[in-house]
Nanobody, 115 residues
């Protein structure tokens, strides 16, 4: 059984910063992908950023240059540093783990950016 525990969401003013963390526990394979998706009200869940265990990253165009994803493989933890936040970044952010062939999701953490 795999569990993902997220932390770090909250309310911030536009232009501010937040850091999300997600710790995975259980049977985690050494080769995997972790990352973040988000879902705003009335919209589909979308990719924010993912990072493979060797360190390759992929970002949504909307967050490039503002968000940075990183991970600590020893702790099975992924981080998302979010800078220059905009109101349109407001969403529930979900941690994701691809532990092939299985996919896992965290419970979600709310990020609200006020204008």
């Amino acid at each position: 059984q795999v569990q993902l525990v997220e932390s770090g969401g909250g309310l911030v003013q536009a232009g501010g910063s937040l850091r999300l963390s997600c710790a995975a526990s259980g049977s985690i394979f050494s080769i995997n992908v972790m990352g973040w998706y988000r879902q705003a009200p009335g919209k589909q869940r979308e990719l924010v950023a993912v990072i493979s265990s060797p360190g390759s990253t992929n970002y949504a165009d909307s967050v490039k240059g503002r968000f940075t994803i990183s991970r600590d493989n020893a702790k099975n933890t992924v981080y998302l540093q979010m800078n220059s936040l905009k109101p349109e970044d407001t969403a529930v952010y979900y941690c994701y783990l691809r532990n092939t062939p299985w996919n896992y999701w965290g419970q979600g953490t709310q990020v609200t950016v006020s204008s």
